[in-house]
């Protein structure tokens, strides 16, 4: 019964990892993108001495999403930066421990504050279609501020599953990893 | 119990709670956010404030200057991971191998010059540890010179141009400017940029690469076996001095065209960068080290690298947000402007407290959290924003060679071999601690080394 609910619940860290890996690889070709775009409005500008607004807007916000959607993916990679003078050392429980704290005081408390804010933001821009403020924007600043609320989304979804994963080691005394990391990077 | 009290509590609290090794982008911003909720039930906290939060993170999302830096890393991981870096090395160690201490200057110029652009001590020195160390070891170098070599010129790479850590200090420099405008009731003052900071920081950075080769010739004479010239059976490649030649212009050529269009002021640091990205792209398809899986590879790592540098921007501007609505700024503005001693006094303790939680904290949390705090009081005091941000590179490139906490000295630990006793480290470090400290008393006694060349270029 028991192990039923583990199985159960690695089950579930399985499938958030798989979504943020899918979501991260995707955004990872945002930025070969975002480079090109960038190195046109160069050229354009000092060869041909032309350029839109538009342009320049779409690789900032192109940037945005690269880091914003991108974040939970870093999370499943342990991509986001320790101070690690104690963690690098530590025994598998103190990590498990200190993971478990993280999401509970930190990481949960301010994505959910952070959704509840940007939330009726986006929702809002939505209902009105909002326009980039600058002239000869992109028309849709919507999608822009809907970034924020997804990035809570799949941020959060990101630190379930890896309390999921704390929780498990301290309670089966063995490290519990992503069914994904043996074979990630090399295998896609 | 005051507001302001708390606002200092809230600050080491989340220093303590930094060092139990969750990731620091939530750290901050979740330990501030629980101290908004305490505030409130203190009555000393509007929780409506944190209704601004959103709409700051979009002000970071629209931010086009912000832009150069995921150029960067792909520029720095582009030509790592197609190995330009590396041949570059080797190239250069084989034309000025045949020197004493050839091999020596050749990593100090490579690490200096390429340094990963990553904005990370860690990774820097992790990866000049891993190209290098176990070359120079085979040479016969002394390891303590070695080691003193590669903490200082890894660390050295993360505040010379064109990096990311300059970018990312500018965009904050450029707030703490505005604010202390404020202070003083001043108009709008000019606007700083990456490229100014880029300007400043360049003559800083020739004086410590200078500095570091006067120590190594210096070793050469007097103490020759500590890091001799390459045996012949090494340095194979001395005749073909064309092929070595094609191996050290293209890269060389790529960061003198990032820099001068930087430095020349036609181009922005984001054009440049962007630039720097196509090219070092090109370089890697000239020498056949191109394909499909080394852009996947390096779009990747661009995105978990700056993917971890923003979110530690969002996370700290949270605890911003909280630490001015408790009033924190006011307290440190009101006690460094109250300092006996005057503005000299305020700067040296800053500088000091940066040295010192330079040891916990990693370039980005004390760019994105203490200089925001102490730099708008700082310039009103009249320092040069310029100036202030090149002291506080330096600076904290000191802190990050001192044992016996300093983060270059652990990671170089890491990835050296294990006949390397870590005393050595300790011991190789010390001289380029002594020229650090030099070169820090020399800037603030002559600032123009920082603000003659912006000043020059861009007629501020």
Same mark, same amino acid.
Not at chain 1, 136 to 145: D, E, S
Not at chain 2, 387 to 393: E, P, T
């Given at each position: 019964?028991?192990?039923?609910?583990?199985?159960?619940?690695?089950?579930?860290?399985?499938?958030?990892?798989?979504?943020?890996?899918?979501?991260?690889?995707?955004?990872?070709?945002?930025?070969?993108?975002?480079?090109?775009?960038?190195?046109?409005?160069?050229?354009?500008?000092?060869?041909?001495?032309?350029?839109?607004?538009?342009?320049?807007?779409?690789?900032?916000?192109?940037?945005?999403?690269?880091?914003? @959607?991108?974040?939970?993916?870093? *999370?499943?990679?342990?991509?986001?930066?320790?101070?690690? /003078? $104690?963690?690098? #050392?530590?025994?598998?429980?103190?990590?498990?421990?200190?993971?478990?704290?993280?999401?509970?005081?930190?990481?949960?408390?301010?994505?959910?504050?952070?959704?509840?804010?940007?939330?009726?933001?986006?929702?809002?821009?939505?209902?009105?279609?909002?326009?980039?403020?600058?002239?000869?924007?992109?028309?849709?600043?919507?999608?822009?501020?809907?970034?924020?609320?997804?990035?809570?989304? @799949?941020?959060?979804?990101?630190? *379930?599953?890896?309390?999921?994963?704390?929780?498990?080691? /301290? $309670?089966?005394? #063995?490290?519990?990893?992503?069914?994904?990391?043996?074979?990630?990077?090399?295998?896609? | 119990?005051?507001?302001?009290?708390?606002?200092?509590?809230?600050?080491?609290?989340?220093?303590?709670?930094?060092?139990?090794?969750?990731?620091?982008?939530?750290?901050?911003?979740?330990?501030?956010?629980?101290?908004?909720?305490?505030?409130?039930?203190?009555?000393?906290?509007?929780?409506?404030?944190?209704?601004?939060?959103?709409?700051?993170?979009?002000?970071?999302?629209?931010?086009?200057?912000?832009?150069?830096?995921?150029?960067?890393?792909?520029?720095?991981?582009?030509?790592?991971?197609?190995?330009?870096?590396?041949?570059?090395?080797?190239?250069?160690?084989?034309?000025?191998?045949?020197?004493?201490?050839?091999?020596?200057?050749?990593?100090?110029?490579?690490?200096?010059?390429?340094?990963?652009?990553?904005?990370?001590?860690?990774?820097?020195?992790?990866?000049?540890?891993?190209?290098?160390?176990?070359?120079?070891?085979?040479?016969?170098?002394?390891?303590?010179?070695?080691?003193?070599?590669?903490?200082?010129?890894?660390?050295?790479?993360?505040?010379?141009?064109?990096?990311?850590?300059?970018?990312?200090?500018?965009?904050?420099?450029?707030?703490?400017?505005?604010?202390?405008?404020?202070?003083?009731?001043?108009?709008?003052?000019?606007?700083?940029?990456?490229?100014?900071?880029?300007?400043?920081?360049?003559?800083?950075?020739?004086?410590?690469?200078?500095?570091?080769?006067?120590?190594?010739?210096?070793?050469?004479?007097?103490?020759?076996?500590?890091?001799?010239?390459?045996?012949?059976?090494?340095?194979?490649?001395?005749?073909?001095?064309?092929?070595?030649?094609?191996?050290?212009?293209?890269?060389?050529?790529?960061?003198?065209?990032?820099?001068?269009?930087?430095?020349?002021?036609?181009?922005?640091?984001?054009?440049?960068?962007?630039?720097?990205?196509?090219?070092?792209?090109?370089?890697?398809?000239?020498?056949?080290?191109?394909?499909?899986?080394?852009?996947?590879?390096?779009?990747?790592?661009?995105?978990?690298?700056?993917?971890?540098?923003?979110?530690?921007?969002?996370?700290?501007?949270?605890?911003?947000?909280?630490?001015?609505?408790?009033?924190?700024?006011?307290?440190?503005?009101?006690?460094?402007?109250?300092?006996?001693?005057?503005?000299?006094?305020?700067?040296?303790?800053?500088?000091?407290?940066?040295?010192?939680?330079?040891?916990?904290?990693?370039?980005?949390?004390?760019?994105?959290?203490?200089?925001?705090?102490?730099?708008?009081?700082?310039?009103?005091?009249?320092?040069?924003?310029?100036?202030?941000?090149?002291?506080?590179?330096?600076?904290?490139?000191?802190?990050?060679?001192?044992?016996?906490?300093?983060?270059?000295?652990?990671?170089?630990?890491?990835?050296?071999?294990?006949?390397?006793?870590?005393?050595?480290?300790?011991?190789?470090?010390?001289?380029?601690?002594?020229?650090?400290?030099?070169?820090?008393?020399?800037?603030?006694?002559?600032?123009?080394?920082?603000?003659?060349?912006?000043?020059?270029?861009?007629?501020?």
């Amino acid at each position: 019964m028991v192990r039923q609910l583990f199985n159960y619940l690695k089950h579930v860290a399985d499938f958030i990892d798989k979504i943020n890996q899918y979501v991260g690889h995707a955004v990872s070709w945002l930025v070969v993108f975002m480079v090109l775009n960038v190195f046109v409005v160069v050229v354009l500008r000092y060869v041909f001495n032309v350029g839109w607004v538009w342009m320049q807007e779409l690789y900032v916000w192109t940037h945005a999403v690269i880091f914003m @959607l991108g974040a939970g993916y870093t *999370l499943l990679q342990d991509g986001h930066v320790r101070i690690d /003078l $104690i963690y690098r #050392t530590a025994s598998e429980r103190y990590k498990a421990v200190v993971n478990i704290l993280g999401c509970f005081f930190f990481a949960f408390p301010l994505i959910y504050i952070l959704f509840t804010r940007s939330y009726p933001l986006a929702e809002r821009s939505f209902q009105t279609l909002e326009k980039s403020s600058e002239a000869g924007g992109i028309p849709a600043l919507f999608i822009l501020k809907a970034v924020i609320p997804l990035f809570c989304v @799949l941020f959060g979804l990101q630190f *379930l599953s890896m309390m999921i994963r704390s929780f498990l080691t /301290l $309670i089966t005394s #063995t490290d519990v990893p992503s069914s994904l990391n043996n074979n990630q990077e090399q295998s896609l | 119990m005051t507001e302001e009290y708390l606002a200092l509590i809230m600050f080491l609290v989340t220093i303590v709670a930094l060092l139990l090794g969750f990731p620091v982008a939530l750290t901050l911003g979740g330990s501030a956010l629980l101290f908004a909720f305490i505030g409130e039930y203190l009555d000393l906290f509007n929780l409506g404030l944190l209704n601004v939060y959103p709409l700051r993170i979009l002000g970071v999302m629209k931010t086009e200057t912000l832009v150069a830096v995921p150029l960067f890393i792909f520029m720095g991981v582009m030509l790592d991971r197609s190995n330009l870096a590396g041949d570059l090395l080797d190239a250069m160690g084989r034309m000025f191998g045949k020197l004493r201490g050839g091999l020596g200057v050749s990593v100090l110029l490579v690490g200096a010059l390429l340094a990963a652009s990553t904005g990370i001590v860690g990774a820097t020195v992790v990866t000049m540890g891993l190209m290098s160390y176990p070359v120079m070891l085979r040479a016969g170098y002394d390891p303590k010179l070695a080691a003193g070599l590669i903490c200082s010129s890894g660390t050295l790479g993360q505040i010379i141009p064109p990096s990311i850590v300059l970018i990312l200090l500018a965009d904050i420099l450029q707030g703490a400017n505005e604010q202390a405008s404020e202070i003083k009731g001043d108009l709008v003052p000019e606007p700083i940029t990456a490229i100014d900071l880029f300007a400043g920081a360049f003559l800083p950075g020739l004086f410590l690469v200078g500095l570091y080769l006067c120590w190594l010739v210096f070793q050469a004479v007097i103490n020759p076996t500590s890091c001799p010239s390459l045996k012949t059976d090494e340095a194979q490649g001395q005749v073909k001095l064309s092929e070595i030649l094609r191996v050290i212009f293209p890269p060389l050529i790529l960061i003198v065209a990032v820099l001068g269009s930087i430095l020349s002021g036609i181009a922005t640091a984001t054009e440049s960068a962007a630039v720097g990205a196509v090219g070092a792209t090109f370089l890697a398809m000239n020498a056949g080290k191109f394909n499909l899986s080394i852009l996947q590879d390096v779009s990747r790592e661009t995105t978990k690298i700056s993917s971890m540098v923003f979110i530690i921007l969002i996370g700290a501007s949270l605890f911003s947000l909280v630490f001015r609505g408790l009033g924190g700024d006011e307290v440190v503005e009101e006690f460094l402007q109250n300092l006996p001693g005057g503005a000299f006094s305020a700067m040296l303790l800053v500088m000091l407290v940066i040295f010192f939680l330079g040891f916990f904290l990693d370039f980005i949390e004390i760019i994105f959290v203490v200089v925001p705090i102490v730099a708008p009081t700082l310039i009103a005091l009249g320092y040069s924003p310029l100036w202030l941000g090149v002291m506080i590179g330096v600076n904290l490139q000191t802190s990050f060679l001192t044992p016996p906490f300093g983060f270059a000295l652990f990671y170089l630990r890491g990835v050296a071999p294990a006949e390397v006793q870590t005393s050595m480290i300790y011991k190789g470090v010390i001289p380029f601690i002594f020229l650090q400290l030099f070169a820090l008393a020399v800037f603030w006694m002559f600032p123009e080394i920082v603000t003659w060349l912006p000043g020059e270029l861009f007629k501020k």
